[in-house]
């Protein structure tokens, strides 16, 4: 895959390495400062990573790295097909290019081998940023129907959908929401309404898009991700001992709300912050995105390096 802009000046310049654990692509950006490494969701790649930090992790202080996990782009499925394995596929990213310790942000489908990295390497940890993370079992959730399947699932629908958040984003992110979030009519009219006045959360969900286009190049790995995570009942998450926020939208129809109250209430020590009425996109698109991402960059702030 070649270099692709997510938004101006957000640049995804993937690198693919052999480690001893196998081979992973990536992206790496900044110049300086402590490393953040990005895990990311379902459909998604090293690109969707960089997206989901974009603009609220600042370069001019940190390196992010952005790996994309076994099955998804340019990592082959081989290198981890476990959440395990994947934890030390990224110990093992970080052996090869001379990284000491970072610290993770993880979300989504990124949650268990999240998880897993800060259990099994506590010693490459310096803290631990979950977002709407999976923490248990999990299938496609009950609100992805026939309609958001093909638009979605596959690389034609992807295409239409592209088309649609360009025609018209607010048909669009109604469309998402009613995949994403357990809204009323009203809520899901005040959620669209928010978003369309906001220029940088419409410019999240138009880079989002891409990083999960073209369908075809990361349905390996959002196939194994969902075959996993079925076999889970609850990841023993009390192992973890390094500072961690859990971050989650109470309205979230994707991983569930419970997902984030079980990791919280399971990790001694951590933090919380609930986004009232957030989808499972609500840390980038809702009317309280904005104080998510403060808290988040407050907390790395406080525990990086």
Same mark, same amino acid.
């Given at each position: 895959?070649?270099?692709? %802009? ?18 992973? %692509?990536?992206?790496?950006?900044? *110049? ?35 790996? *994309? ?9 081989? *290198? ?25 942000? *993880? ?34 959730? %009950? ?60 410019? !999240? ?23 996993? !995570? ?76």
């Amino acid at each position: 895959m070649n270099q692709q %802009e997510l938004m101006p000046v957000i640049i995804a310049d993937p690198v693919t390495v052999e480690t001893k654990a196998g081979m992973i %692509e990536y992206s790496l950006a900044g *110049s300086d400062g402590p490393v953040v490494m990005v895990i990311h969701g379902g459909l998604g790649g090293h690109d969707q990573a960089m997206a989901i930090a974009a603009r609220w992790i600042d370069t001019s202080k940190y390196r992010i790295l952005c790996p *994309s996990r076994p099955g998804y782009l340019g990592t082959p499925l081989e *290198s981890g097909r476990t959440m395990e394995e994947q934890a030390d596929l990224l110990a093992a990213l970080l052996d090869t290019l001379g990284i000491g310790k970072v610290s993770v942000v *993880s979300a989504s489908a990124g949650g268990p081998p999240g998880y897993f990295f800060a259990m099994r390497h506590p010693d490459r940890i310096s803290a631990l940023v979950a977002i709407d993370a999976v923490s248990g079992f999990y299938e496609l959730p %009950e609100k992805v129907g026939p309609v958001a399947e093909a638009l979605f699932l596959n690389s034609l629908g992807q295409k239409i959908t592209n088309l649609m958040e360009k025609v018209s984003p607010a048909s669009f992110l109604k469309q998402l929401f009613m995949s994403e979030a357990y809204y009323t009519k009203s809520q899901m009219n005040e959620q669209v309404a928010s978003a369309m006045q906001d220029p940088r959360q419409l410019e !999240f969900v138009h880079a989002f898009m891409q990083t999960m286009f073209p369908y075809h190049t990361r349905k390996e790995g959002t196939e194994n991700d969902v075959a996993v !995570f079925a076999t889970y009942t609850r990841i023993p998450l009390g192992a973890i001992n390094c500072p961690t926020l859990v971050v989650h939208g109470t309205h979230d129809a994707d991983v569930k709300f419970w997902d984030g109250v079980y990791a919280y209430e399971s990790i001694e020590g951590a933090r919380r912050h609930w986004i009232e009425y957030g989808s499972h996109l609500g840390f980038w698109v809702s009317p309280g995105a904005a104080e998510a991402q403060a808290v988040a960059a407050g907390f790395l702030e406080r525990h990086a390096g």
